[in-house]
């Protein structure tokens, strides 16, 4: 993040990444969805470039949970041909394990960050949400950080986001994104990967000219 960063630009950031880790921690509820359809939500993802289709915005609550929950599942999780949504698979070209070493080095890194994923979360800690849920947490500790006028605690935050972008998220997301492009059959999981494809990017760019 640049000098020049203020508190409510790195408060936009987390709340991105809070919209992605719950896009992709679990299939769509009802509360979720009628958040996604909230017009001021709907132009901001517009300006993002993610066009959400009047069948998602307007269809009927339960024909739209129900098309989008089998999707969830064909998609994520299976059986048969998936896009796991793990870091370890991806990183060995798609053909990673599961509890491979980048699942223990995130393990570890989250722990040492001091942030707390589980609650009502069962699943690894390589999880997409959960990577996505670190970078919110990092966001928002170094928006405040930043609005207290903290510069050791936002220099920290900041540190420790970027080491994780540059050493693993931006290592795995673009060919994870690629496959939920191909392969998903509903509009909103492409939409939604191509964001994801989009803010990792934009933020390993930005990460990479503060460091020139």
Excluded: Q
């Amino acid at each position: 993040m640049s000098e020049t960063e203020t508190a409510g630009s790195a408060l936009d950031k987390a709340n991105v990444h809070g919209l992605l880790a719950a896009v992709f921690r679990r299939e769509l509820t009802a509360e979720f969805l009628d958040e996604l359809r909230r017009p001021a939500l709907v132009a901001a993802l517009a300006e993002a470039g993610v066009a959400l289709d009047r069948d998602f915005l307007d269809g009927p609550v339960d024909k739209v949970l129900d098309e989008h929950a089998v999707a969830y599942t064909a998609l994520f999780i299976g059986p048969g041909k998936h896009v796991p949504p793990y870091a370890s698979v991806h990183f060995s070209g798609g053909n990673g394990e599961l509890w491979g070493p980048p699942t223990v080095w995130a393990k570890k890194f989250i722990e040492e960050t001091g942030f707390d994923y589980s609650g009502d979360f069962h699943d690894l800690p390589d999880h997409v949400s959960v990577e996505l849920e670190l970078m919110r947490h990092l966001w928002s500790r170094e928006a405040e950080a930043l609005a207290e006028g903290d510069k050791e605690t936002a220099a920290w935050c900041r540190a420790r986001r970027e080491t994780f972008l540059a050493d693993h998220l931006a290592r795995w997301v673009p060919a994870f994104c690629g496959m939920v492009a191909k392969e998903s059959p509903r509009a909103f999981y492409r939409e939604m990967a191509a964001l994801l494809d989009a803010v990792v990017a934009s933020e390993a760019e930005t990460s990479r000219r503060d460091r020139i």
